[in-house]
């Protein structure tokens, strides 16, 4: 149970542990290590599966009442603003040109649309599958998985990936 504090246990964290020297001394003089096949079978005898980890709820404040609210207004106002876009086909033509956006000054400009993509790459992937006591149960999470590096672009349809310079 000291091992598997860190969430993740696997058989050869048992066999290490059996290798330290406190427990090589607990164990006599004619103490030695146990081999891997030893282990996992120790983990079955007590209770322990190899099996998906049990999902919890996220917790990340998406159904918040104000984000709700929120996501609404932005909706709302995406319809309004995408009647402004030029359209492009599969093909990538023109299906449709807009006249305009109306501003208070009297002018009308039309709007470009520009999407953000990104990747996220962590640095240890969550484990799914991993030795479980029966008596474990599913507990709320956070979102993520540790260290992550971000690569994010920013598109659009008109001049493809936004850029300073040559970079």
Same mark, same amino acid.
């Given at each position: 149970? +000291?091992?598997?504090?860190?969430? %993740?246990?696997?058989?050869?964290? $048992? #066999?290490?542990?059996?290798?330290?020297?406190? &427990?090589? /001394?607990?164990?006599?003089?004619?103490?030695?290590?146990?081999?891997?096949?030893?282990?996992?079978?120790?983990?079955?005898?007590?209770?322990w599966?190899?099996?998906q980890?049990?999902?919890?709820?996220?917790?990340?404040?998406?159904?918040?009442?104000?984000?709700?609210?929120?996501?609404?207004?932005?909706?709302?106002?995406?319809?309004?603003? +995408?009647?402004?876009?030029?359209? %492009?086909?599969?093909?990538?033509? $023109? #299906?449709?040109?807009?006249?305009?956006?109306? &501003?208070? /000054?009297?002018?009308?400009?039309?709007?470009?649309?520009?999407?953000?993509?990104?990747?996220?790459?962590?640095?240890?992937?969550?484990?799914?599958?991993?030795?479980?006591?029966?008596?474990?149960?599913?507990v709320?999470?956070?979102?993520?998985?540790?260290?992550?590096?971000?690569?994010?672009?920013?598109?659009?349809?008109?001049?493809?990936?936004?850029?300073?310079?040559?970079?």
């Amino acid at each position: 149970m +000291e091992i598997a504090k860190k969430e %993740y246990i696997c058989a050869q964290d $048992i #066999v290490d542990y059996v290798a330290t020297p406190e &427990v090589q /001394q607990q164990l006599g003089t004619r103490a030695r290590g146990i081999h891997v096949r030893t282990a996992r079978w120790w983990l079955h005898k007590l209770s322990w599966r190899y099996q998906q980890k049990k999902k919890g709820m996220y917790i990340d404040g998406h159904e918040r009442e104000d984000v709700v609210e929120y996501r609404k207004g932005f909706v709302k106002r995406w319809r309004e603003y +995408e009647r402004h876009f030029i359209i %492009y086909g599969n093909n990538g033509n $023109i #299906v449709s040109t807009p006249t305009g956006f109306p &501003v208070p /000054q009297g002018v009308q400009f039309r709007l470009i649309l520009v999407t953000h993509d990104e990747s996220m790459f962590y640095e240890n992937d969550r484990r799914k599958t991993l030795w479980i006591n029966h008596d474990t149960k599913a507990v709320a999470e956070k979102k993520g998985e540790g260290q992550s590096i971000m690569v994010s672009d920013f598109l659009t349809s008109e001049w493809g990936r936004l850029k300073d310079g040559e970079e």
